[in-house]
């Protein structure tokens, strides 16, 4: 989950963006709602894009973009079908599986979770190893924690998150857990040096940031989301190697705090990481949307061995599908 900055409790929020068609109707289109985990930012570019630039509409889809918040609860709402596709990250959904809901991850949003520890940039933390007897500004609950004091065999002490960077900017040695695309930039913006990033990736705990559907939806309406899923991937590439500026403007509209200065810089973090295309060897625009069983294997394995999952409770088929992506 993303900070809030102290200055979004101005935020004003606008409940919904939806697509039409040409002609501005949308009453012969199958409608469709899409819950996001998070307020409207370029962490969804694809979708906004998608819906800006009449993707979905051509496709036949009358689609409903929903933000998100702290605690938007993105998943019960796609299990109780009160939303048909959700947006969150791979480790969440994998646990939700667990517990029994009825979900399913069926593309990729980033192929690498952008999330990770923000050091600030005097401090004397380079690596994870040296994060030993150290104190993470963190959510006591995120998986990744255990993650790192398994893979590192590392003692670390834990500060719940207060929402708010200001620990940061002024305790040189303070670590927090943050998001590449966003807290880098208002750290910066805010007066401090721009920070160290130790992404989760670089320790080798891959998730993905996913879409995911209800698997009896996904049953019934397979013809509707194979359409959903081209106009979403063509709205990510056309967002990163187009002009992003219907995806911003209609982002704007939702999230009044949304600057264009964030929004263009945000882009660009997506595009200097690879993101949505990959970092991989088979990386490119063909692999966005793509998910991959044997990421989903070892992810499933890595939860299991610090106990966040049952062992053999959650299995790849159960997890994921590829069967509504466009073939690569």
Known sequence: MRLILIFCTLLVLSPVTR??????????????????????????????????????????????????GPNAFVVQKIATGQAQIGQGDSTDILQKIATGLPVLSVAAVFQDDPSGLLVNAASKVHRFEDLQGKTIIARPDWTFLKYLKKQYGININVVPQNFSIAAFIGEKEAIQQGYFIAEPYHIVKAGGAKPRFLSTWDAGFRAYAVLFTNRKFAREHPTELRAFMRAYIKGWND?????????????????????????????????????????????????????????????????????????????????MTTDFLPAR
């Open 239 to 319: 967002y990163l190697t187009g002009d992003p500026t219907p995806a911003h403007a209609a982002m704007k509209k939702t999230n009044s705090a949304l600057t264009d200065e964030f929004a263009i810089a945000s882009r660009q973090l997506i595009l200097d990481e690879k993101l949505v295309t990959g970092r991989d060897i088979d990386g490119g625009p063909a692999n966005t949307g793509q998910l991959a069983a044997a990421r989903f294997a070892t992810q499933i394995a890595q939860l299991e061995e610090i106990g966040v999952l049952p062992k053999n409770k959650v299995t790849v088929e159960q997890a």
């Open 19 to 68: 697509s039409a068609d040409a002609t501005g109707q949308t009453a012969n289109l199958y409608k469709l709602t899409v819950q996001l985990d998070w307020v409207a930012e370029p962490e969804h570019g694809g979708i906004y894009q998608a819906a800006a630039r009449g993707f979905f509409a051509d496709e036949g889809l009358d689609v409903t973009i929903v933000p998100g």
